[in-house]
């Protein structure tokens, strides 16, 4: 079920941003002082983190790439990297709750 979880979590969170334009994704998120892409790669950042931590790898660091564009692909791909390493249900379930968390934000 927790894979379902995150799947569905990273689908909405695709769907809510992935057709931003780069002013967008430039503003500030929830009234604070932290642009959106910002917290976008934070959470990109977090799941790779438990997917190399679910991979018994060192962490590495996801490049910040120059278009806020390419977000929700990095995002796909991480949250692919980190189903792919079959971690457990509560592995999941806090990759699940972070994507959530920052979608409300957003």
């Known amino acids: ?3 379902a979880e995150l799947g569905r979590a990273v689908d909405l969170l695709v769907r809510q941003v ?3 334009q780069q ?4 503003a500030s ?19 790779a ?7 018994g790898q060192p962490r590495r660091a996801v490049p910040r790439l120059d278009n806020d564009l ?3 692909d990095q995002l796909r791909v991480v949250a692919a990297d ?8 509560a592995v999941l379930h806090r990759a699940a709750a972070e ?3 920052t979608r409300s934000v957003l």
Do not use: C, K, Y
């Not at 929830?30 to 799941?47: C, F, K, T």
């Not at 983190?49 to 991979?55: I, Q, S």
């Open 82 to 89: 980190l189903l792919a390493a079959a971690p457990p249900d």
């Open 70 to 72: 390419a977000l929700p």
């Open 99 to 101: 994507v959530t968390a």
């Open 18 to 20: 992935g057709h931003w």
């Open 49 to 55: 983190n438990l997917a190399a931590d679910a991979e």
């Open 23 to 26: 002013p967008r994704w430039a």
């Open 1 to 3: 079920m927790s894979a």
């Open 29 to 47: 998120a929830g009234g604070g002082n932290v642009p959106r892409a910002d917290l976008v790669h934070r959470l990109v950042q977090e799941i």
